[in-house]
């Protein structure tokens, strides 16, 4: 395997966006995906890599004309004990508190967890409740350019995004949920810890005089991307939370999913986890509701 040749450290969003464009250039976060699979000759090393992490504007968290703004480079550690986002978002602070251990943790970046486009991406299911946008910058014509994705649109398929050459995703933006909102998130696996979800699901709903006024469903880990559940919220919005309405979501659930079957699970097994999933979720929300 080829050695790579060159490594560049930025101090500025510009100079990384400048070095991005370069022919067989990776960008590099916390590498705690991308060094393994080198290190394992699963993927070809780069000739260059650009080191991410000195650019202080790709870290940290903060309240922007009424928006949460996360830098891309922002550690999994960090986002799951930023208090801005544990008021504002709090089943994004779980979802970063579940990811592998303590140590991959504070390497790893929320953007890299995007970037990667795992099917399993634990950020992502939260992110695709809060409608979080993503902003993806380039370098043209002597200037940054920026353009603004919907988490989405932004999957393609395992390990494909909607980035074009030479961009890199920058911030990561959504508003914070509404008070009376429930959400929640939660993975299934083998084990609590250092565990790929083996499938998971979120839901976020707003309940008006017994009513779902306003519903988002997503999934992991069930096809090729992370996915929105648009079948299930139809089935709530609308409607009561009864025993037959959350009947009808779970089948719109497992329907609208494409699963697969590997050494981790059957795609039969899938199908069934998520119904229950988002079933115990939302009898969750039923309840909370009549406390």
Sequence with gaps: MAAISKYW??????????????????????????VPRWTKGLLAKPETVVDLKRIAELSGVARVNGEVRVGAGTPLSEIASDPLIRAAAPVLAEAADRVACPQIRNRATIGGNLCNASPAADTAVPLILLDATLELASWARRSMKVRDVPIVDFFRGPGATVRAP???????RFKPLSKGVFAAWEKFGTRRAMEIAVAS???????????VVRARVGYGSVAPVPLRGRNAEAELVGHALSAEVISRCEQAARDEIAPITDVRAGATYRREIVGVMLGRMLERAGRNRQS
């Design 9 to 34: 450290a930025p101090k500025t969003l510009e100079e990384a966006a400048q070095a991005a464009g370069a022919e067989d250039t990776v960008l590099l976060a916390g590498g705690t995906d991308l």
């Design 166 to 172: 030479g961009e890199m995703l920058t911030h990561i």
């Design 201 to 211: 699901v979120g839901v976020a709903i707003q309940v008006e005089r017994g009513t």
